[in-house]
Structures are given as structure tokens and as C-alpha cells.
């Protein structure tokens, strides 16, 4: 397979003919790819643009097979309105597998695209099986043949996805990693692999939706007969829906909504990670809003099918009243041990989300809802069981790390990156969409990330001396409030009264 350079055309209502020689006797064949950023184009091997014979979306290609005495291969171009568009062709020799040849389920013959649709949760990919390739003039084997000769059931296929840096909807970063993985060494040593398929297998794969952050779904068929691969057309998707205005802006259903409620929850959080065991009150407040909000959400989203504007409402109430019982109980009762164990279930649910975005989730076994729930559940209790003993200790460490991450995963949601993913992706999207089993989890790990990484730790460490040094004097839980109040002020001294306060014994 050899690619020529991509060039960057305007395209518009008009019809553009593109023309490319293939004068070659060992070309068989033309894969011609157009990719723009946010506005659907066009592609067509007729002038007329028949649905049976084009393909419309923002990554568009087509395959082009070549009879004896084609010296050159033309395709036409159109889009709604003026968008730049970067295009390329790669010509195939006979041995090159013919990506999308055997399509049972999309409108052209030959479809060598990936299909993406996106939903608040998962991506879903598409794309029809391929067959082997023929020389010049041949007609190809039927995609029925016998499984035992070679054919098409011998094919593999690999999916990537290549992801662009976090944030960056610039259209000439799309254009330039589009260049980076022009070919399929060059994407299988700059991408991630996250599925291999045989010929058996369905050609549908769930991956995660990251809003903001541009992925590359790129498919890989190769035939292990003469060793050879060929690329599918490459498919962008943002998860999100652009702008009509230049530059495009990237939006999600509920955004704002995402914003604030993210925000006003890590400014807490970071009063928490900082003051949490000095203000007893405060801090329970806020796990008991994490963890009823959280239920709320996950309950409503799944089985209501309300907007996610409306759940994060009825999550903002559900967390109020849920913070507010908790704050009482501690300010009535103190009963330390019980809210104690409460921010430790936190901390190890936050914990058990850590290694749910790993590889591991990736396991057969873990498809399956029951076995799931089953780890995150022991995961989020054996560590407040554990340590349910040294209730200061425990009770420090959880108000410093989920509170350092509630403010580290607010910077995240600005800055598009994988922070905010951990919860989301691990805990309330497995309990809402009941497909997102099936999804693929791959975590982009970058840069940012890396630097967010580095923050949470420091704020863990500073959190932690920040409570310390401001209750280092204090008993480990004091009274409650109400206790303090039944009491009332301390009596006047007598004959009776220590010569020490209890402050220095």
C-alpha cells in the first residue's frame, strides 16, 4: 500500500473534480480519503452524487477499483458550506486486502469507512468486513465462499485509536496527525491498539466518548496469507457537537451544567483537602453530598431516562438534603466512627474507580455488571475496614485525597483532559448505560495529565500537614456541639479545680 501527501483544498457547494494517475500495472486499486474538522463533505464516483456511490461525513473515503486500462482515477467533492479539507489517496497492490469489500450493511458496495455516532456515554464504531484482493479486471471472490480457501474469512483486524492532545480543536492538528499515521507502520508505532477482531467477530466496538478531545478510530485488515495489511479510511470524532461559527467551539449536552456543579464541588473540595478534620461539620457535609448526589444521579440517568440537566438537579437536591443529614447527625450525636466510615468508603470507592480505568476493566470477565459491582464494592470497603481503628488517621486521609481530587478534576473538565474520566468512566457511566459494558476503555495519558497527576499529589501531602498542624492541640474528635452546648460555659473556678487545665495534662 503507498500513500501519496495529503493536500488541503476548499471545498463548497460547488462540485471539485479530483483526479490522481494510476498508470502503474501493480495498482489495483485507489483508496480516497477527505477529512475536514467539523463540517460534513461529500465524495462521490459520480458526478451526480447517487446515494449507492457516495459517502458524507466530516472523514469520508471511497475505494476505486481499476480495470486493465484505467490510466487515471477521478472522484468529485462538494460540502454544504466552505470548509478546508485534507485529502489523500493510497493505492493498493493485489495482495493488499480491499478494506470494507464485503459490506452487508451500508449503502455503497464498496465501504471503507468507519461509521462513529457518539451518545453522553460511550462511541460507537462501524465498519464492513473486507476481502481479499485481486489483480486488475478480476472479479473478486463472493464474501460467502467456503471458509476453508483463501478468502476473506482468513482476514484479522486490529483497531487504534490515536488521540490528539487534549483541548486542541484546531483543524491543522487534525491534518498533522492525520500525517502521522499515514501508514500502518506508522500507526501502530505512534497509536494504541484497543481491540483485535477475527473475520467471525461483529464489526461494531463501544469505546468511551472523551468530550473535547479528538480521537482517531483507525481499523487495520490484514490478510496472514501474504502478510500484508491495509488501512481503513480514518475516522475523527470529538464527542461533541461543533459550532457553526469560526473557529468552531465544541459543546456537550448539559455542559454548563457540568461546569458549574463540577466547580462549586472542587472549590469545596479543596477547603476540605485543607481544613477538613479542623471543621468536623463541613467535612461530612461534603461526603454526604458526594455520596447521595452520586446515587441520585446514577439512579435517575438509568431508570428515568431524564435529561442529564434534570439529573444533576434532582443530584444537586439529593446531596443537599443527604450532606445536611449527615452535618446534623455529627453536630447531635458526634457519632465519629459511623461518618468516619463514610468518608473511608469514599476514599476507597475513588480508589477502587483508579483501578477500574486500568487495562484490568478490559477483561472478558468484566463485562459481566455483577462481577463488576461485586470488586468496586469490596474495594471501596476493605480499606475503611482496615483502618476503621485509626479513625483520625483515616478520616484526614480521605478528606485530603477525594477533596485534592474534586478540585483536580474541576481544572481537568476546563482543560479536556482524562482526570475528570476516572469517576465518570469507571462508576456513573457503567451505571447508567446499561451498553457501556461493552465499551473499550483506553485512557489517554497525557501531558496534562501527568502534570494534574503531579498537583493531586502535592495537594494530598500539603492537605494532609494543613490538618494535622491545625488539630495537632485538639482531641482527635471532639465533643459535638450540641454536647458542648448542654454543657454550657465553664463554672468559675473553686477549691475544687484542678491547678492545670485539661489543655495541659
Request: proline share 6%.
Amino acid at each position: 500500500m503507498a500513500v501519496s501527501s495529503s493536500t488541503v483544498i476548499t471545498l463548497n457547494a460547488s462540485t471539485v473534480l479530483l483526479r490522481w494517475d494510476v498508470s502503474s500495472p501493480l495498482t489495483v486499486g485507489l483508496m480516497v480519503r477527505l477529512h475536514a474538522l467539523a463540517r460534513p463533505v461529500t465524495v462521490s464516483t459520480a458526478p451526480g452524487f447517487p446515494a449507492d456511490a457516495s459517502y458524507t461525513g466530516t472523514s469520508a473515503g471511497l475505494w476505486v477499483p481499476l480495470s486493465p486500462w484505467d490510466a487515471h482515477v477521478s472522484v468529485y467533492a462538494r460540502a454544504e458550506s466552505a470548509v478546508n479539507v485534507s485529502v489523500s489517496a493510497a493505492s493498493y497492490s493485489q495482495q493488499d486486502p480491499v478494506p470494507g469489500a464485503c459490506n452487508l450493511e451500508f449503502r455503497m458496495e464498496n465501504d471503507p469507512n468507519v461509521h462513529l455516532n457518539f451518545t453522553e456515554y460511550e462511541t460507537v464504531a462501524q465498519f464492513a468486513a473486507a476481502n481479499i484482493g485481486t489483480s486488475r479486471g478480476q472479479t473478486p471472490p463472493p464474501c460467502d465462499v467456503d471458509q476453508a480457501a483463501h478468502s476473506r474469512w482468513e482476514l484479522t483486524y486490529d483497531v487504534y485509536h490515536y488521540f490528539l492532545p487534549e483541548g486542541d480543536l484546531r483543524e491543522s492538528t487534525l491534518f498533522e496527525a492525520l500525517g502521522e499515521i499515514y501508514s500502518v507502520e506508522a500507526l501502530q508505532q505512534r497509536a494504541t491498539k484497543v481491540a483485535s477482531l477475527s473475520s467471525n467477530a461483529k464489526t461494531r466496538l463501544y469505546g468511551n466518548a472523551f468530550h473535547g478531545l479528538g480521537v482517531l478510530h483507525v481499523v487495520v485488515v490484514t490478510d496472514p496469507v501474504f502478510n500484508t495489511s491495509s488501512l481503513y479510511v480514518p475516522a475523527s470524532t470529538y464527542s461533541c457537537y461543533f459550532s457553526s461559527i469560526d473557529p468552531p467551539s465544541c459543546h456537550t449536552q448539559g455542559e454548563t451544567f457540568w461546569l458549574v456543579f463540577l466547580t462549586l464541588l472542587g472549590v469545596y473540595g479543596l477547603l476540605v483537602c485543607f481544613t477538613g478534620h479542623r471543621f468536623l461539620e463541613a467535612e461530612y457535609f461534603f461526603f454526604g453530598f458526594l455520596v447521595c448526589s452520586f446515587l441520585c444521579v446514577a439512579l435517575v440517568a438509568r431508570f428515568s431516562g431524564e435529561s442529564i440537566q434534570l439529573c444533576l438537579v434532582y443530584g444537586a437536591v439529593a446531596g443537599w438534603v443527604g450532606g445536611g443529614l449527615c452535618a446534623l447527625c455529627r453536630w447531635r450525636f458526634g457519632t465519629p466512627v459511623l461518618l468516619t466510615f463514610l468518608a473511608g468508603v469514599a476514599l476507597g470507592t475513588l480508589l477502587a474507580a483508579v483501578v477500574m480505568v486500568t487495562p484490568l476493566v478490559n477483561e472478558g470477565v468484566m463485562r459481566s455488571d455483577v462481577l463488576y459491582w461485586t470488586c468496586v464494592t469490596a474495594m471501596a470497603l476493605v480499606l475503611p475496614t482496615l483502618l476503621l481503628t485509626c479513625t483520625r488517621a483515616l478520616n484526614m486521609m480521605a478528606s485530603a485525597v477525594v477533596g485534592s481530587y474534586a478540585a483536580v478534576q474541576a481544572l481537568g473538565l476546563y482543560l479536556h483532559t482524562a482526570h475528570p474520566q476516572i469517576i465518570v468512566s469507571a462508576l456513573l457511566r457503567r451505571a447508567v448505560s446499561p451498553l457501556y459494558q461493552q465499551a473499550v476503555l483506553v485512557l489517554p495519558f497525557q501531558t496534562l495529565d501527568c502534570l494534574l497527576t503531579v498537583l493531586w499529589g502535592a495537594l494530598v501531602l500539603f492537605g494532609l500537614l494543613s490538618q494535622w498542624c491545625l488539630t495537632r492541640t485538639r482531641a482527635p474528635f471532639p465533643p459535638c456541639p450540641y454536647q458542648r452546648q448542654v454543657a454550657g460555659p465553664p463554672g468559675p473556678p473553686d477549691e475544687r479545680s484542678p491547678l492545670l487545665g485539661a489543655g495541659h495534662r
